[in-house]
């Protein structure tokens, strides 16, 4: 299993586009196989902060979700809204 933590930097104008944004990648990815977990977060401190932490059964499972037509479609227009990089990590679970 792979845990995947996308932290990413928003615009704060622009908080509401994005979320619609989120809304549909949410929706559509929470439907593909090999899909455990898809959920978005918002920082308390920093309404700025948006996170994305996901489960997926395995590596196989996530490569074909960054290949998928709505990743694609979508997440460059999420990018757009981000005032730098999003940091990104992948995790093997160990235990």
């Given at each position: 299993m792979l845990k995947v933590v996308a932290k990413?930097?928003?615009?704060?104008?622009?908080?509401?586009?994005?979320?619609k944004l989120y809304k549909e990648l949410v929706e559509l990815t929470r439907k593909?196989?090999?899909c455990i977990k898809y959920e978005l977060f918002q920082d308390e401190k920093d309404s700025s902060i948006l996170c994305m932490i996901e489960e997926w059964?395995?590596?196989?499972?996530?490569?074909?979700?960054?290949?998928?037509?709505?990743?694609?479609?979508i997440v460059p227009k999420i990018k757009k809204f981000m005032i730098k990089e999003t940091e990104l990590n992948v995790y093997n679970k160990l235990m």
């Open positions: 990413n930097f928003a615009d704060k104008s622009k908080i509401e586009e994005i979320l593909e196989e090999g059964e395995s590596r196989d499972a996530l490569d074909k979700h960054l290949k998928s037509e709505h990743f694609s479609r």
